[in-house]
């Protein structure tokens, strides 16, 4: 099913938690509303489920206006980060309990139902706990647990707000790559919560990044963490370095150091601010004397090598700024780089916005 939501506004009070926002969610995609807190996902959510109205705008479900629709009539499947299970239900009756409450004429047989159960239970690879009642259940069953319930009623849109958020980094982990694999066996049109930059990057098949309301960016996520939209949106998704200065004639100065800039941004003069992500930038050790250097000059004050990266903290000589930087572990030992060392730093790649303001 392809939901489509067009002019969304809605106010609390004075406050305006959507401001006209539109956009598509292609069918059978996993598309995660990904946003600082507070700036509407939740709202969105409830909006499309049918759960909040909004004061002006539509919501279509394979191209009908639903507006109107009541929450039950819309073919929705919800989890929320806390699983609302029942407690003095088994697991297998929580899964069940959907397709027990179904109007008569619309109702699975008891056999139906014990198929369906044990199925859905199988797909969620519990099956082996279905006689256990949830407080016997980790955090991560209990979610796999709700995911399956909401399953059960063959929801043509599956609505998931912030699933993982109460569970801890690992497990987290475990579940994003556990539903990604979901999705690609069932293809449920899926929207996923999240203000974890990382968790959306990696599962969804369209980012939607939301900021005070309004849509700041929709993309893969390759598209909005390489090309980001704006400054907001490179501050969001991933570390970055930011290199103010002065743009004039295609050229940003920044202290001592000069960069060009290409494209239009180089066309525009005024403020500017570089971005730099910490793995586009080159380190290489200082020689006094060689004259200019073509890149920053900074002290490395730490540097962080486990695994296969090493993270550099260096700090800029003639501005005191720090700058992370990123590169192989075997690079940095190759170079033979000691905390205290002075290196230069000079970015492969960066995006200049003119007159950016602060940006994040
Ligand atoms: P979070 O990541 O913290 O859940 P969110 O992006 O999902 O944030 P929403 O829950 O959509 O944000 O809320 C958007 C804004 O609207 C917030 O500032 C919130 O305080 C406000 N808000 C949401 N629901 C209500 C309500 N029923 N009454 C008043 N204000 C509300």
């Not at 401001?19 to 507070?38: C, E, I, K, N, Y």
């Given at each position: 099913m392809t939901i489509e939501v067009q002019h969304i506004?809605?106010?609390?009070?004075?406050?305006?938690?959507?401001?006209?926002?539109?956009?598509?969610?292609?069918?059978?995609?996993?598309?995660?509303?990904?946003?600082?807190?507070?700036?509407?996902?939740?709202?969105?959510l409830r909006i499309i489920a049918g759960l909040e109205h909004p004061d002006s705008g539509a919501v279509l479900l394979d191209g009908e206006d639903a507006s109107h629709r009541h929450v039950r009539e819309r073919q929705v499947g919800f989890v929320f980060q806390h699983y609302a299970l029942f407690k003095h239900m088994t697991v297998f009756e929580n899964v069940a309990f959907g397709l027990r409450v179904k109007p008569r004429k619309d109702r699975p047989s008891e056999q139906q139902i014990r198929d369906k159960v044990r199925q859905l239970l199988e797909l969620v690879q519990l099956d082996w706990i279905a006689d256990r009642y949830p407080p016997q259940l980790s955090g991560g069953q209990r979610q796999r647990i709700a995911l399956a319930r909401a399953l059960a009623v063959e929801p043509r849109v599956l609505l998931l707000d912030e699933p993982f958020g109460a569970l801890d980094a690992k497990v987290r982990k475990e579940l994003r790559r556990w539903l990604r694999r979901l999705h690609d066996d069932l293809h449920v049109t899926s929207i996923f919560v999240?203000?974890?930059?990382?968790?959306?990057?990696?599962?969804?098949?369209?980012?939607?990044?939301?900021?005070?309301?309004?849509?700041?960016?929709?993309?893969?996520?390759?598209?909005?963490?390489?090309?980001?939209?704006?400054?907001?949106?490179?501050?969001?998704?991933?570390?970055?370095?930011?290199?103010?200065?002065?743009?004039?004639?295609?050229?940003?100065?920044?202290?001592?150091?000069?960069?060009?800039?290409?494209?239009?941004?180089?066309?525009?003069?005024?403020?500017?601010?570089?971005?730099?992500?910490?793995?586009?930038?080159?380190?290489?050790?200082?020689?006094?004397?060689?004259?200019?250097?073509?890149?920053?000059?900074?002290?490395?004050?730490?540097?962080?090598?486990?695994?296969?990266?090493?993270?550099?903290?260096?700090?800029?000589?003639?501005?005191?700024?720090?700058?992370?930087?990123?590169?192989?572990?075997?690079?940095?030992?190759?170079?033979?780089?000691?905390e205290g060392d002075t290196l230069v730093v000079k970015p492969r790649r960066m995006e200049v916005f003119v007159d950016a303001g602060d940006g994040i």
């Open positions: 506004r809605k106010q609390f009070g004075q406050f305006t938690a959507l401001d006209d926002v539109s956009l598509q969610f292609p069918d059978g995609q996993l598309t995660a509303l990904l946003g600082p807190s507070g700036c509407g996902k939740t709202t969105l999240t203000h974890d930059q990382e968790e959306a990057l990696e599962v969804a098949d369209q980012v939607v990044l939301m900021n005070k309301g309004r849509i700041e960016q929709l993309g893969t996520p390759d598209a909005v963490y390489n090309h980001p939209a704006s400054p907001f949106v490179y501050g969001f998704l991933g570390n970055v370095n930011l290199f103010h200065g002065r743009v004039q004639d295609g050229v940003l100065a920044s202290g001592a150091v000069q960069f060009e800039v290409p494209g239009e941004a180089g066309a525009r003069n005024g403020n500017g601010i570089g971005y730099v992500r910490p793995h586009d930038l080159d380190v290489e050790r200082y020689i006094p004397g060689a004259g200019d250097t073509g890149g920053v000059v900074a002290k490395l004050r730490r540097a962080h090598a486990i695994g296969p990266l090493a993270q550099l903290d260096l700090e800029r000589a003639d501005n005191q700024q720090l700058i992370e930087a990123v590169m192989p572990n075997e690079l940095f030992s190759r170079h033979g780089f000691k």
